[in-house]
């Protein structure tokens, strides 16, 4: 189950990635809002350092990828 949350978040991700490159910048924000409020749920119920670990890594690159978005708009 809880590979099943980290492969959604994945593709969630990527979709994200894809949207960027397609200059498709707002499509491209809604996803990433829908993703951090998922990734913040995954947050409030994970307690295995593993989960905390590859959550931490995945606000890393939201954030990243946030930024990116700002500097096209």
Excluded: T
Aim: glycine content about 0%; hydrophobic content about 40%.
């Amino acid at each position: 189950m809880e590979n099943d949350k980290f492969a959604v978040l994945k593709n969630n991700v990527q979709e994200i990635i894809d949207l960027i490159a397609n200059k498709q910048n707002k499509a491209a924000n809604n996803k990433l809002v829908e993703v951090s409020n998922l990734l913040d749920e995954l947050l409030d119920f994970s307690d295995e350092d593993e989960d905390l670990i590859e959550i931490s890594k995945y606000q890393v690159l939201l954030n990243q990828l946030h930024q990116k978005i700002a500097e096209l708009n």
